[in-house]
C-alpha cells in the first residue's frame, strides 16, 4: 500500500481556482488512474494513463486535466474548481496489461476536497 | 460501455449469519471482476478477483460466483465477524486498459 501515495490529503478551495492533486506510485506500474468517489455513485473513472505521455478520458472527464511526464507521477488538475467537484479523489495504478488479462488496480489513500 | 448494478445498497447480518452480495454487468465481453472492501475513511482494497474461465473461486470465509451466460456475479461471506463491516464493490472490465466499471456500493453491517 505504501507503493502510491496521493498529495494533499485534505484539501479546501474556492470557486474558480485552480487546484492540482498529486499522485505517485513506487511500482513501475504502466496504468494509473484517478476516480472520484460520491455517496449513491461508487467510484468513477475521471482519466486513466496507459504509460507516460498517453492519457484518455474515462467516465466524468468535464473539467479536469491531467498530465504523465514520467511513469511514476499521474497528477489531476481542477482547472477552475466548482461545487459539485466537491469529492474524494482516489488515484489507483495496475501492472502493465498482458493479453487480455484485467489486472488488479491498487488504490491510493485518497484526497478529500472541498471546494466553497 | 459497461453498467454494472449492485443489490442491496445497504445490508445488515448478525454476527455469524452469512451475507450475499450481488452484480450484474452489461457488457459480454467482460472478463475480469473484483470485489474491493472500503472501510470507512480508508481506500478501496482488492478482497477477491474472478476471472471468466471460472465459475467460482474460494479466499476462506468469502467466495465468488460467476455467471456468465446470466451476466451476473456475488460475493458470498460466510460466518460474518463484525471488522466485515464496511462499504464493498464490485466491479468489471473487459481487459481493454485495464478499466474497471464499478457497482455503487453495499454497506454492510455486522451486528453482535
Known amino acids: 500500500d505504501a507503493g502510491i501515495t496521493q498529495s494533499p490529503r485534505y484539501k479546501i478551495t474556492e470557486t474558480g481556482r485552480q487546484v492540482t492533486l498529486m499522485c505517485h506510485q513506487t511500482?513501475?506500474?504502466?496504468?494509473m488512474f484517478w476516480y472520484r468517489q460520491d455517496l449513491g455513485h461508487g467510484l468513477r473513472l475521471i482519466y486513466y494513463?496507459?504509460?507516460?505521455?498517453?492519457?484518455d478520458k474515462g467516465e466524468v472527464p468535464d473539467g479536469y486535466v491531467v498530465s504523465r511526464s514520467k511513469t511514476e507521477n499521474f497528477p489531476l488538475t481542477l482547472e477552475s474548481a466548482t461545487r459539485s467537484q466537491t469529492s474524494v479523489y482516489f488515484c489507483?495504478?495496475?501492472?502493465?496489461?498482458?493479453?487480455?488479462?484485467?489486472?488488479?488496480?491498487?488504490f491510493g489513500p485518497g484526497t478529500r476536497l472541498l471546494v466553497l | 460501455g459497461e453498467n454494472v448494478e449492485q443489490h442491496p445498497s445497504t445490508l445488515s447480518v448478525q454476527e455469524g449469519d452469512s451475507a450475499v452480495i450481488k452484480c450484474t454487468y452489461s457488457?459480454?465481453?467482460?472478463?475480469?471482476f473484483p470485489w474491493y472492501k472500503q472501510e470507512l475513511g480508508k481506500r478501496p482494497q482488492l478482497i477477491i478477483d474472478?476471472?471468466?474461465?471460472?465459475g467460482e473461486k474460494k479466499d476462506q470465509r468469502i467466495a465468488v460466483t460467476l455467471n456468465k451466460t446470466a451476466k451476473h456475479f456475488s460475493l458470498h461471506i460466510t460466518e460474518t465477524q463484525p471488522e466485515d463491516s464496511a462499504v464493498y464493490f464490485c466491479?468489471?472490465?473487459?481487459?481493454?486498459?485495464?478499466?474497471?466499471?464499478f457497482g455503487t456500493g453495499t454497506r454492510l453491517q455486522v451486528t453482535l
Open positions: 466491479a468489471a472490465s473487459t481487459g481493454t486498459a485495464s478499466k474497471l466499471t
Open positions: 489507483a495504478s495496475s501492472e502493465s496489461l498482458r493479453g487480455d488479462r484485467g489486472e488488479t488496480q491498487y
Open positions: 457488457d459480454s465481453a467482460s472478463n475480469y
Open positions: 511500482w513501475s506500474h504502466s496504468y
Open positions: 494513463s496507459a504509460a507516460a505521455d498517453i492519457t
Open positions: 474472478i476471472r471468466s474461465n471460472v
